[in-house]
Every structure is written in C-alpha cells, then in structure tokens.
DNA sequence: TTGAAAGCGATACCAA
DNA sequence: TTGGTATCGCTTTCAA
C-alpha cells in the first residue's frame, strides 16, 4: 500500500529521485541511494507494475503461448524462457492454448493488444495471416520455438534432417524394416515439424533403396499412451514385423519400447527405437535419440527477446538450433 | 495503440461512456452500447491493462508459485487453474521456484508486492512466517493446493489417510511384505505430504500387525527415473523381497513397475504395486492408484479466489478433496 | 545530482 | 442514461 512519495517524504527527496535511485540509474549519488533504499526497506514500498507500466510503457512481462502443459517439449522450454526472464525481473504470463476450453482468439486480446506483455513466445504455433498481422502492427516482439513460420522469426531444428539422420542411423546398423511413429498434427500448430520429419524419414529410405511400407507408418498423438497402443497394434499384426521403430518424439518411442515389452519383445535385440529430444526419462529409458535442447531452445528464444527489448542487439533472425545423435542401449544391429 | 478518446470521438460520446459500454456495464442505452463497440472494433481498440488495473486496482491476472513444471502432478493443477482463469478472463503469470536460477525471494518481491496479479495460488508451498505476513498485509487472497499450511487456507487430500488406504488395500489382498517408495520431501514445500503418507503407511502395517521394515522404505523424488532406480536396488538385494509396494506418486508407481520388469518380475504375479495420484499415463500402465483430481483441485482453487476477488461469497474455508480407490491390473493376491 | 510538473490511459464519482 | 473530471502511482522530460 505504501506509495512512492511516502518513500520521498521519508528519505527527504523527490518522487522522481527516489523513482531514478530504486531503479539504479545513473546519475544519482550513492548516499541518496542509500537513504533512498533504505527508507523503501523500512517502509516496504515496492513499485506498482500496473504504475509504472503505464508511465513507461514497458510491463516488464513476457507472454509464453503453448498448446498444452502435458508434453515434456513444452514444458521444458517454458522451463527454459522462465529462467532467463528470471534473472531479468520479467514475469511469464502463460496462455494455455490446450486442454479443455481453449480459446485462441482471446489470447490476442488479452496479451497482444491489451498489452499486458512487451514480447510473445510462441511454441509450436502456426499463426494465421490474420494474426500475423495483428502482431505486427503492435510492433510487438515475437518468436516462435519448434517450427518454422510464415512471416515470423523462429528458433526450430533442421526436421527434415533430423528424422533423415535418425533413420539413417538405423539403416547403418543394417535395418530395413523400419517403421515411423508419426507425431499427428494438430489444430493450429505448425504443420512442418510432422511433415519434414515424415520426410526425412522417406528420404533416408529412398536413398538406401528400402521402399516405403505405408503400414508401417503409424500415428500417435507425441505422448507415451498413444504410442504405445500404436504400436501394441502394429506388433500383434500378423505378418512380417519392422526390426527397428523412428519416433517422432522421445515419449512415443518409450510407449514403443513398452509396447515391445508388453509384446515380449527385447530392446534392442528383437527390436530397436530411436527417439527425438532426449527426454529427461530417455537415459532411464537407454533410449537412442535425436538430442535437441528445448530448455536451451526457450532460454535462447527469451533472450532473443530481451536484447531486442532493451536494444541491445538489431533485429535478429531466426535460429536453427543443432541437434545430435545420442546413442544409448536402444539401437543395435538387427538379428538374423 | 489506439485510446478510448478516439473510441470516444468516433462514436461521439465520453469517455467515461465508452468504458462503462465496453466492459457490459449496466445504465448504457442499448443503442449507445452498440455503437461504441462497433467504433472500437473499427478502431481496433482495447483497453491497456496497466491503465485500467492502476485506475481501478484490479489486475486481472493471477499468480501461480509451482514448484516445478516437471511433475505431473503440478502440471495439471495448472491446466485446471488455467481453465478457470481463462473463462474469467484473468490472465495466468506463472512463477516457478524450481530449476536452474531459483529465488524465491524475488516471487513475493514481484507478484505479490508489485501488484501484479489480484490473487494467489501456490502449489504444495510452505510458506515462512515472514511470507504469511506479507501476504497477510496485502490483503492478496492466497491459497494453496496441495498440502495443509500454517496460517493459510489451503485444498488438500487426506494424505495419510490415503496412504494408509493405499496400504490397507494390499494387506486386504494378503500382502505381507510391502515396501514404501517414499517421496523425498524438498526444501520449501509442505513436509505434510512425504510425512503424513509415511504415517499412513505405518498405521496400516500396525494395526494389520505387521512389524515395519525400514530396510523397505525406500525413496525417490517422486518421478520415474529416481524410482525406477530406487526400486532397482530394492530387488537387487539378496535376501527376502517384498512382494508388494505402495509408492508416493504415480510416477514413482510406475518406476517402480520398470524396475520390477527389468528385474524380470511380471506385476502383480510377483510383486503389486499401487500409486497415488491417477496419473494420465496410469491406465496405460494398468497401474490401481489413489486417484486425486489435480485438474480438479487447481480448478476449485481458482474458482475460490475469484468467487473471494467478486466478493460473491464470504472468505472460504480449506477443502479437504476427496481421493478414490481405481483398482487397475497392477495388484493382486501374491503368489503362494 | 536533484526537483517540479506534465503526462501515461483508463476508471469512477458526482452532476447534469 | 450520459458527461466532466479527479484520480490511480509512477516515469520522464526539462530546469535548476
């Protein structure tokens, strides 16, 4: 409750002197400083944002949109913005676009044009023109991390040539019968991260002379349950069986592995699996992945941020971040 | 970028008229209502946040302290909260304690005292004296989901009633021998959760007669990995084996039951295993488990507090959520 | 280095 | 039902 002229009148200076020491500018001497800091301790003042925001024009606040909470990606890059706009004294204001009662459009309202932040992080999120215009005319900064966007800057991984090299890997070890677990797109999310990684995959293929084997082209939705059950699927039909699995993401090639125990299989003797991400459980897992970094994704993403905010730094551009081969127990040649 | 004064030229009215019409005021001519919205969609106007939050104190927005964003657990106590706030229109800002660069310091510093948010909840956090007392003078509703807390409201479970609940249903199968997968408890969170299932535990062994073995309490972190390996070593032991357990977490369940199958046991023919939580994946697993509501419990916490910003109902009390038995494949009779 | 004062863009009270 | 206007609490020129 205590405001800003009680501080001044308790340290003897101005509203404006007491704004300017409290927030460390220059030209401000270290005793007025001092007797500053110490009358705002003495009286528990701590600016009010909505004041200050309104006077300076900057909320000191970022805005995170995801699609959902329950996928190990997601989480591990707002993991990865919110320790940078930490350290920065930004606040995270999270827009949940997933679950039950999404609604996309208030998000706009809400954040962009009622400027409750000063920049937008957006995962995976495929912008309407409609939207894109609207972010533009704001000139409020935006990125969004895992996959690429028309018209917007973004931090993503070569897709297309991850899921080349993760099938290729298996090639190496001298499989041919490999099955794809896709990730399904959904709704309003980038569509390129599930096409390129089909790709890559037809590709790597192609180019070894394995034709393609559509029924082993699977879908699940990127968690554990979904795959799995494709997978308990795939391996109770009759017939031939793939000896090895490329997942889309590391949390369906764990529902594969589960699959494959629940289908008395061994990993990686009867069958192998390589994932994308290297989930935090892919170690415990002993799962071959595609390591891409989603918490150094979202930490780069809010600084890209940051700098552009401060000025630090011009307009920068969109990032492809490196992703590389783990190798673990879950890949081996296939057996005779 | 647009003000309400131009909303207010536009539609040839004051301003005081244009905000009483764009928030659904009462006392606007319906013919008046429809004219300024159809000026501010025309001008694309919406009001600034920090404006009308500094002008009316109220922020819109609520703040969520989570632990981590890791566990399952708080995960969807956030989409539930998330739910409620996104139907009210208030904004989520998010703050989490854990990862890499926590303080904790500053979370009170921001929300709190900047005024940022109306209202508080806080996931599974045990609060210092000195932080009830801020929140107390703030007069900031806080309530926490999670675990009971000295001095303030709080949803919570039954925890050691659950537990012992938990146990009893496999002393009602015939289990004898049943170890504790305990979650270790951390700094800063309600040490009510880890000690009170622990006390279940115990209660259920005593009055079944059995004597407690601490050798087979054993602890993780309440996730996959530490409990898979904290399992791990349990069944590597030479000696008698349990043949079943009772784990904090569903997390920790299923740990538990990959280790149980690394060690080439089949769950439950050889070993039972029961969790807490109703995980999403705990079907997947068939895994019977203590189910809460996560979702739920976020839900009602968000509901409590802005049915307390509305002053719709008198200040309300701590809920105790009710938590049922879902009895899936993973437990069974031991084997003779 | 410091202070005075003019905004920032809404809301809300009081009149009309 | 509407309009005028003081006010919210801080930031930021501009002078001193």
Redesign the interface.
């Known amino acids: ?1 205590t405001g800003i002229d009680e501080v001044a009148r308790e340290a003897g200076v101005s509203t404006a002197t007491v704004s300017r020491a409290l927030r460390g500018l220059p030209n401000v001497s270290e005793h007025t400083r001092a007797s500053v800091q110490a009358a705002a301790a003495k009286l ?1 003042y ?6 200050s ?2 006077a300076s024009g900057r ?1 000191m ?1 970022m805005g995170v949109v995801v699609p ?3 996928l ?1 990606f997601y ?2 890059v ?2 990865g913005v ?2 940078v706009l ?2 920065a ?1 930004y ?6 676009l ?6 996309r459009e ?1 998000v706009f ?3 962009i ?4 932040t000063d920049a937008l992080i957006a995962l995976c999120i495929d912008f309407t023109a409609d939207e894109r215009h609207q972010l533009a ?2 000139g409020h900064p935006t990125i969004v991390v895992g996959g690429a966007v028309r018209g917007l800057r973004h931090i993503d991984i070569d897709e297309c040539g991850v899921a080349k090299q993760a099938t290729e890997h298996l090639i190496a070890l001298g499989h041919r019968k490999i099955a794809h677990l896709v990730g399904s797109w959904q709704m309003g999310l980038t569509r390129q991260v599930p096409v390129q990684r089909r790709k890559g995959y037809e590709q790597a293929l192609a180019q070894a002379g394995i034709p393609l084997r559509p029924d082993w082209v699977i879908t699940g939705h990127f968690n ?2 979904s795959a ?2 494709a997978m308990s699927d795939l391996l109770g039909r009759t017939g031939e069986r793939p000896t090895a699995v490329f997942a889309d993401s590391d949390e369906m090639a764990m ?1 594969a592995i ?1 699959a494959a ?1 629940d289908a008395g299989l061994r990993v990686p003797q009867d069958i192998s699996v390589i994932g994308i991400d290297d989930h ?2 892919a ?2 897992f002993g799962l071959t992945t595609m390591a891409q970094n989603p918490f150094e994704q979202g930490a780069l993403a809010a600084r890209m941020l940051l700098d552009e905010l401060h000025g630090t730094v011009a307009r920068r551009r969109s990032v492809r971040y490196p992703v590389t081969l783990a190798e673990r127990a879950s890949t081996a040649p296939p057996a005779h």
Chains 1, 2 share one sequence.
Do not use: P, Y
């Open positions: 409750m528990g701590v600016a009010s944002s909505s004041a925001g309104l909320t606040a959902s909470l329950s190990w989480a591990t707002i993991e919110d320790s930490r350290a004294s606040d995270l204001i999270l827009f949940n997933g679950g039950r009662g999404a609604d208030r309202h809400r954040t044009l009622r400027k409750r005319s704001t554990m349950a799995r059950r529902g589960l125990h935090e459980l170690e415990s």
